[in-house]
């Protein structure tokens, strides 16, 4: 990949990421606090749990996200941006336009979603 590529995939990882911390989500404590006109009522206290169970959803995805761009950026400075991480072979460039973070290629990507899902219904 040549430098040109990598500067656009560069910017759009930071753009990705200032748009996480910027997005007020990683600082909004709102609905992590419990009122205490909700304990009261059962009802608002359930609809309490639900929301905060929420919150702590979208944020640890949004972190997950973040430490993800920031490995992104990682190997853009080690030299190894646009390689699976797992077998070595160039990531599809349609694929990080898409999700610039991308660590693996579709065909590994594609074998640890079906390992995952096996261990799933495995659970189940």
């Excluded at 072979?89 to 349609?94: L, T």
């Excluded at 899902?117 to 495995?122: A, E, K, P």
Aim: charged share 35%.
């Amino acid at each position: 990949m040549d430098e040109k590529r990598i500067q656009h995939f560069r910017q759009k990882l930071l753009t990705a990421r200032g748009q996480i911390i910027n997005s007020g989500i990683m600082n909004n404590f709102d609905d992590l606090q419990v009122k205490s006109d909700d304990l009261a009522d059962e009802a608002d206290l359930a609809n309490n749990t639900i929301n905060q169970q929420v919150t702590f959803s979208i944020r640890e995805k949004e972190m997950v996200k973040l430490r993800r761009i920031d490995a992104a950026l990682a190997r853009i400075e080690e030299g190894t941006y646009g390689y699976c991480i797992e077998s070595g072979e160039e990531i599809e460039e349609k694929r990080l336009e898409t999700q610039p973070w991308a660590e693996f290629c579709i065909e590994v990507a594609e074998e640890r979603e079906r390992e995952t899902n096996q261990r799933f219904h495995r659970r189940a």
